[in-house]
Protein backbone atom coordinates (compact mmCIF):
# COMPACT_ATOMS: atom_id res chain seq x y z
CA UNK A 1 0.00 0.00 0.00
CA UNK A 2 2.44 2.24 0.75
CA UNK A 3 4.66 1.61 -2.53
CA UNK A 4 1.59 2.60 -4.74
CA UNK A 5 0.67 5.64 -2.80
CA UNK A 6 4.58 6.57 -2.82
CA UNK A 7 4.29 5.92 -6.87
CA UNK A 8 1.45 7.66 -7.21
CA UNK A 9 2.70 10.97 -5.62
CA UNK A 10 5.91 10.10 -7.92
CA UNK A 11 4.03 10.21 -11.04
CA UNK A 12 0.95 12.33 -10.62
CA UNK A 13 1.79 14.53 -7.20
CA UNK A 14 1.26 18.51 -7.13
CA UNK A 15 5.22 18.97 -6.76
CA UNK A 16 5.62 17.92 -10.59
CA UNK A 17 2.50 20.18 -12.01
CA UNK A 18 4.30 23.22 -13.87
CA UNK A 19 1.95 26.09 -11.95
CA UNK A 20 3.47 24.82 -9.23
CA UNK A 21 6.79 24.65 -9.87
CA UNK A 22 6.60 28.09 -11.97
CA UNK A 23 5.59 30.28 -9.25
CA UNK A 24 8.18 29.19 -6.52
CA UNK A 25 10.79 30.84 -8.77
CA UNK A 26 9.13 33.63 -10.43
CA UNK A 27 8.21 37.41 -8.65
CA UNK A 28 6.66 40.49 -10.16
CA UNK A 29 2.72 41.49 -10.56
CA UNK A 30 1.60 38.59 -11.81
CA UNK A 31 2.74 36.08 -9.53
CA UNK A 32 1.46 38.33 -6.78
CA UNK A 33 -1.96 37.72 -8.52
CA UNK A 34 -1.39 34.03 -9.36
CA UNK A 35 -0.32 33.26 -5.73
CA UNK A 36 -3.92 35.29 -4.36
CA UNK A 37 -5.84 33.42 -6.76
CA UNK A 38 -4.43 29.97 -5.84
CA UNK A 39 -4.87 30.49 -1.62
CA UNK A 40 -8.61 31.60 -2.74
CA UNK A 41 -8.98 28.76 -4.69
CA UNK A 42 -7.28 26.51 -1.90
CA UNK A 43 -9.59 28.00 0.45
CA UNK A 44 -12.66 26.77 -1.65
CA UNK A 45 -11.21 23.12 -1.37
CA UNK A 46 -9.68 23.17 1.95
CA UNK A 47 -10.77 26.12 3.93
CA UNK A 48 -13.79 24.72 5.47
CA UNK A 49 -15.19 22.57 8.72
CA UNK A 50 -15.07 19.73 8.79
CA UNK A 51 -12.34 18.68 6.33
CA UNK A 52 -11.95 15.33 4.69
CA UNK A 53 -9.73 14.16 8.15
CA UNK A 54 -12.46 15.25 9.89
CA UNK A 55 -15.01 12.75 8.77
CA UNK A 56 -12.92 10.07 8.97
CA UNK A 57 -12.15 11.12 12.90
CA UNK A 58 -16.60 11.60 13.22
CA UNK A 59 -16.53 7.76 11.54
CA UNK A 60 -14.94 6.09 14.10
CA UNK A 61 -13.40 4.22 11.77
CA UNK A 62 -9.75 2.73 11.36
CA UNK A 63 -9.47 2.73 14.96
CA UNK A 64 -5.92 0.89 13.86
CA UNK A 65 -4.16 4.32 12.78
CA UNK A 66 -6.47 6.15 15.87
CA UNK A 67 -3.24 8.57 16.35
CA UNK A 68 -2.56 9.37 12.77
CA UNK A 69 -6.61 10.22 12.56
CA UNK A 70 -5.90 12.35 15.60
CA UNK A 71 -2.92 14.35 14.60
CA UNK A 72 -4.27 15.01 10.88
CA UNK A 73 -7.43 16.13 12.13
CA UNK A 74 -5.29 18.67 14.53
CA UNK A 75 -2.68 19.44 11.56
CA UNK A 76 -5.26 20.14 9.20
CA UNK A 77 -7.36 22.40 11.70
CA UNK A 78 -4.16 24.39 11.99
CA UNK A 79 -3.69 24.30 8.45
CA UNK A 80 -7.27 25.65 7.71
CA UNK A 81 -6.65 28.98 10.23
CA UNK A 82 -3.27 29.60 7.97
CA UNK A 83 -4.81 29.61 5.22
CA UNK A 84 -7.94 31.77 6.07
CA UNK A 85 -5.48 34.26 7.48
CA UNK A 86 -3.11 34.14 3.91
CA UNK A 87 -6.74 34.69 1.99
CA UNK A 88 -7.40 37.67 3.89
CA UNK A 89 -3.82 39.18 3.39
CA UNK A 90 -4.22 38.38 -0.17
CA UNK A 91 -7.13 41.05 -0.43
CA UNK A 92 -9.73 39.82 -3.10
CA UNK A 93 -9.92 37.29 -6.25
CA UNK A 94 -7.71 38.98 -9.03
CA UNK A 95 -9.84 39.74 -12.19
CA UNK A 96 -9.59 36.99 -14.25
CA UNK A 97 -11.74 36.74 -18.06
CA UNK A 98 -13.97 33.59 -17.56
CA UNK A 99 -14.62 33.86 -14.40
CA UNK A 100 -18.37 32.11 -14.60
CA UNK A 101 -16.21 28.79 -15.98
CA UNK A 102 -13.77 29.40 -13.15
CA UNK A 103 -16.44 29.08 -10.56
CA UNK A 104 -18.19 26.48 -12.18
CA UNK A 105 -15.18 24.08 -12.46
CA UNK A 106 -14.29 25.13 -8.84
CA UNK A 107 -17.58 24.13 -7.75
CA UNK A 108 -17.23 20.81 -9.63
CA UNK A 109 -13.78 20.23 -7.34
CA UNK A 110 -15.55 21.11 -4.13
CA UNK A 111 -18.25 18.50 -4.86
CA UNK A 112 -15.57 15.69 -5.90
CA UNK A 113 -14.29 16.21 -2.96
CA UNK A 114 -17.24 16.29 -0.57
CA UNK A 115 -18.61 12.70 -2.57
CA UNK A 116 -14.86 11.24 -1.64
CA UNK A 117 -15.61 12.32 2.32
CA UNK A 118 -19.10 10.84 2.46
CA UNK A 119 -18.34 7.67 0.74
CA UNK A 120 -19.82 5.24 2.07
CA UNK A 121 -17.19 2.52 0.52
CA UNK A 122 -14.73 1.63 3.71
CA UNK A 123 -11.27 2.96 2.92
CA UNK A 124 -12.11 5.87 0.29
CA UNK A 125 -12.17 9.00 2.35
CA UNK A 126 -9.32 7.45 4.01
CA UNK A 127 -7.50 7.35 1.20
CA UNK A 128 -8.29 10.63 0.16
CA UNK A 129 -7.22 12.07 3.23
CA UNK A 130 -3.73 10.22 3.20
CA UNK A 131 -3.72 11.32 -0.36
CA UNK A 132 -4.26 14.79 0.87
CA UNK A 133 -1.45 14.73 3.87
CA UNK A 134 1.04 13.20 1.08
CA UNK A 135 -0.18 16.30 -1.03
CA UNK A 136 0.16 18.96 1.46
CA UNK A 137 3.71 19.87 1.79
CA UNK A 138 3.77 20.53 -1.60
CA UNK A 139 0.65 22.70 -1.83
CA UNK A 140 2.08 24.59 1.55
CA UNK A 141 4.80 25.47 -0.33
CA UNK A 142 2.58 27.78 -2.30
CA UNK A 143 0.20 28.67 0.49
CA UNK A 144 4.03 29.61 2.47
CA UNK A 145 4.85 31.66 -0.98
CA UNK A 146 1.69 33.27 -0.89
CA UNK A 147 2.32 34.12 2.83
CA UNK A 148 5.34 35.70 2.42
CA UNK A 149 4.51 37.89 -0.40
CA UNK A 150 1.75 39.23 1.61
CA UNK A 151 3.41 39.48 5.39
CA UNK A 152 2.24 36.45 7.18
CA UNK A 153 4.76 34.67 8.86
CA UNK A 154 4.14 30.79 8.15
CA UNK A 155 3.78 28.63 10.81
CA UNK A 156 4.98 24.80 11.94
CA UNK A 157 3.69 22.21 9.59
CA UNK A 158 2.15 20.00 11.75
CA UNK A 159 0.27 17.65 9.31
CA UNK A 160 1.68 14.06 10.19
CA UNK A 161 4.50 13.39 7.89
CA UNK A 162 4.99 11.35 4.74
CA UNK A 163 6.40 8.42 6.57
CA UNK A 164 3.83 8.44 8.92
CA UNK A 165 1.01 8.86 6.77
CA UNK A 166 3.13 5.92 4.70
CA UNK A 167 3.21 3.94 8.03
CA UNK A 168 -0.75 4.22 8.71
CA UNK A 169 -1.61 3.34 5.28
CA UNK A 170 0.33 -0.20 5.91
CA UNK A 171 -1.74 -0.21 9.16
CA UNK A 172 -4.91 0.41 7.61
CA UNK A 173 -5.02 -1.39 4.38
CA UNK A 174 -6.45 -4.80 6.76
CA UNK A 175 -8.29 -6.17 3.47
CA UNK A 176 -8.11 -6.21 -0.09
CA UNK A 177 -11.44 -4.59 0.05
CA UNK A 178 -9.90 -1.70 2.03
CA UNK A 179 -6.54 -1.44 -0.18
CA UNK A 180 -9.02 -0.74 -3.00
CA UNK A 181 -10.77 1.95 -1.69
CA UNK A 182 -8.14 3.93 -0.42
CA UNK A 183 -6.08 4.00 -3.46
CA UNK A 184 -9.01 4.97 -5.43
CA UNK A 185 -9.93 7.75 -3.07
CA UNK A 186 -5.65 8.62 -3.37
CA UNK A 187 -6.15 8.55 -6.60
CA UNK A 188 -9.54 10.86 -6.88
CA UNK A 189 -7.30 13.57 -5.09
CA UNK A 190 -4.85 13.45 -7.30
CA UNK A 191 -7.02 14.02 -10.37
CA UNK A 192 -9.32 16.88 -8.38
CA UNK A 193 -5.25 18.50 -7.67
CA UNK A 194 -4.19 18.33 -10.96
CA UNK A 195 -6.96 19.79 -12.48
CA UNK A 196 -6.79 22.60 -9.63
CA UNK A 197 -3.28 23.48 -11.20
CA UNK A 198 -4.67 23.33 -14.35
CA UNK A 199 -7.34 25.55 -13.74
CA UNK A 200 -4.75 28.11 -12.15
CA UNK A 201 -2.88 27.58 -15.14
CA UNK A 202 -5.39 28.44 -17.48
CA UNK A 203 -6.58 31.50 -15.46
CA UNK A 204 -3.08 33.06 -15.18
CA UNK A 205 -2.86 32.82 -19.05
CA UNK A 206 -6.77 34.56 -19.43
CA UNK A 207 -5.08 37.46 -17.13
CA UNK A 208 -1.60 37.19 -19.31
CA UNK A 209 -3.62 37.44 -22.52
CA UNK A 210 -6.39 39.82 -21.41
Known amino acids: M ?3 LSALMLADGSAKHG ?7 RAGAEAGRGLADTVHHLGGLYGRHPGLADVVAERGQHAE ?24 AAGPLPSTPGQAESESAALAQRHAIDMLARSDRLGCALGASMATALEWRAIRTMIDAAARRFGVEPPTLLV ?19 ER ?30
Open 65 to 88: IRDWIEAAVDGFARERAYLTRVVV
Open 2 to 4: ADL
Open 19 to 25: FVTAHLN
Open 181 to 210: AISFGAQQILVQHRGLWDLLEAREIARRES
Open 160 to 178: PTAEETLRATELAAISPSI
